[in-house]
C-alpha cells in the first residue's frame, strides 16, 4: 500500500481493520509533523503499545512509506532505531501557467524538487485545442520523470483570473458551464486536479518556503502583466465568501477612460502593470523621446523588455517609466495597509525583478500615504524565490489539500 492509498479510507470494512488503518495513519502524521522519532516516542504521543506500534511501523516499512534513519545513542541500554517519512513515498506536482508560458515542478513530501521545468513554450489560448496541448505537455513531463505516476498524489494548477478553487471552475480560461475544469483535467492527467489562482499560489509559495518568518498576517503582490494579490490571515490563505479575493487590479481608480481588459474604465491595471506599461513607452516614443531597447521585427514589445532596458541598460526612459509606475503603485498599496495592517507585504511579480528601481519608490510611497502607525509595524520585502515561486506555492498547495484528512483527525 502507497501512501496515496493510506490517505484515503480502509478497505477493510471491520472495525479492527478500520482501527488498525486509523492507527497506521497516526503514526505517518505524527512522523510528517515530528521529522522523526523512535518506536517509544511514538508509542508514548499515540498512547499504543510498543508492540503495536512496533508491528504498525514494520508494515510501513516493508510497504515504503517509512525508513530506518539508524540506531540513535541513549544514555545505556540497546540503542533505539530512529524512523522518519520515506521522501519517495509520496509526490506533488505543481503547475503555474502564463499567456506565453508555464513552469511545471515535482516535490516529494519533505518538499525537496526532484524535477523543475521553468517557462516552457507554451501559448494559452482558450480553445479546446490549447487545453489538450496544455495536458499532453504535462503528461509528456512526468513520463519523462524518474517518478511513477501512481506515486503522485495529487496536482494543483495556478492561472491567473477568475478561479473558483472549491467548485473547480476557471472563468477566465478554458471555461465550462456544465463541468468544472478539475474534472475535465483530471480526466486527461488520470491525477486529482487542484484549481488555483496564481496570486494566492505565490502568497503561498512565499509563506511556506520563501522570505516569510513567523509573519502570518501577509499581502502579496503579483505586479506583473496584470496586478493581484494573494492575502494570507492568520497563517491561511483568504479566499473570500466566493472564492475571488485579491483581484486588486480591477478596482477602478483612475477617471481616464481606458479600457481595461477585464472590460471596465479606469482599473488600476490601466495606469499600473506590464500591459499598462507597454503601452506608455510607445507613447513615449511616439512623442519623441529615446530608448536604447531594440526590438527584432518579428517580436512584439512586451513589458519585461521594458523591465530588462531598466535593470541591464540603465535606460533613461524605461527607469522613468518604471520609477513613475511604482510610485504610483505605492500610493495605491497604502489604502490596503491602512484597511488590512498586514505584518508584511512582499513585492513579487516580474517586477520584482527592478530590485530598488521598484522598491524604493514604492517604500517611499508608502512612508507618505499610509498611517504612521500602520508603516511603522510592518515589514516591505521582495519576494526571493523569483519564477519559482508559484511552482513552489501550487506543490506546497496540494500537498496540505492532500494529507489534510490526516490532520483533520
Known amino acids: 500500500m502507497n501512501l496515496k492509498d493510506l490517505l484515503g479510507n480502509s478497505k477493510d470494512n471491520t472495525l479492527s481493520g478500520q482501527k488498525w488503518h486509523m492507527l497506521r ?44 534513519m539508524g540506531k540513535i545513542s541513549n544514555s545505556g541500554g540497546r540503542r533505539p532505531s530512529l524512523y522518519s517519512i520515506n521522501p519517495t513515498c509520496a509526490f506533488f506536482l505543481g503547475v503555474e501557467v502564463s499567456r506565453t508560458n508555464m513552469s511545471i515542478g515535482l516535490q516529494n513530501i519533505k518538499n525537496e524538487f526532484i524535477s523543475i521545468d521553468l517557462r516552457i513554450p507554451f501559448a494559452l489560448k482558450n480553445s479546446q485545442e490549447s487545453l489538450l496541448e496544455f495536458c499532453n505537455l504535462i503528461n509528456n513531463y512526468i513520463e519523462e520523470s524518474s517518478v511513477e505516476k501512481e506515486l503522485i498524489v495529487g496536482i494543483c494548477i ?140 518579428n517580436s512584439d514589445l512586451q513589458h519585461l523588455d521594458i523591465i530588462a532596458g531598466a535593470v541591464n541598460l540603465e535606460d533613461g526612459l524605461c527607469v522613468e517609466l518604471v520609477t513613475k509606475q511604482s510610485e504610483k503603485m505605492g500610493r495605491y498599496l497604502s489604502i490596503l495597509l491602512n484597511i488590512f495592517n498586514p505584518d508584511l507585504l512582499v513585492i513579487g511579480g516580474d517586477f520584482s525583478q527592478l530590485g530598488e528601481y521598484a522598491l524604493l519608490p514604492i ?43 490526516l490532520f483533520k483527525q
Open 363 to 405: 517604500q517611499s510611497a508608502l512612508k507618505k500615504h499610509s498611517l504612521g502607525l500602520v508603516n511603522r509595524d510592518m515589514k516591505l520585502k521582495k519576494s526571493t524565490l523569483g519564477h519559482r515561486v508559484g511552482v513552489i506555492g501550487a506543490c506546497c498547495i496540494v500537498k496540505e489539500k492532500m494529507l489534510s484528512p
Open 25 to 68: 495513519q497516526s503514526i505517518v502524521k505524527h512522523l510528517l509533523s515530528a521529522g522523526n522519532a523512535t518506536i517509544a516516542e511514538i508509542s508514548s504521543e499515540l498512547q499504543s503499545s510498543v508492540p503495536t506500534i512496533t508491528k504498525a511501523v514494520n508494515e510501513l516499512l516493508v510497504e515504503g512509506n517509512v525508513v530506518d
Open 158 to 297: 495556478n492561472f491567473s483570473g477568475r478561479i473558483n478553487s472549491m467548485e473547480g471552475f476557471s472563468y477566465n480560461y478554458f471555461f465550462s458551464e456544465n463541468r468544472p475544469l478539475t474534472e475535465i483535467i483530471s480526466e486527461q492527467l488520470n491525477l486529482p486536479v487542484h484549481l488555483e489562482n496564481d496570486s494566492r499560489a505565490m502568497a503561498f509559495g512565499e509563506y511556506c518556503e520563501g522570505v516569510v518568518d513567523d509573519e502570518q498576517n501577509i499581502i502579496f503582490l503579483n505586479y506583473s502583466w496584470g496586478v493581484a494579490i494573494g492575502m494570507i490571515t492568520d497563517g491561511k490563505l483568504y479566499y473570500g465568501k466566493s472564492g475571488y479575493s485579491g483581484e486588486f487590479g480591477h478596482s477602478t481608480i483612475f477617471d481616464n477612460e481606458i479600457m481595461c481588459q477585464c472590460g471596465k474604465l479606469g482599473c488600476l491595471e490601466t495606469e499600473i502593470s506590464g500591459w499598462s506599461l507597454v503601452n506608455q513607452f510607445k507613447a513615449a516614443l511616439e512623442q519623441g523621446k529615446q530608448s536604447k531597447v531594440v526590438l527584432s521585427e
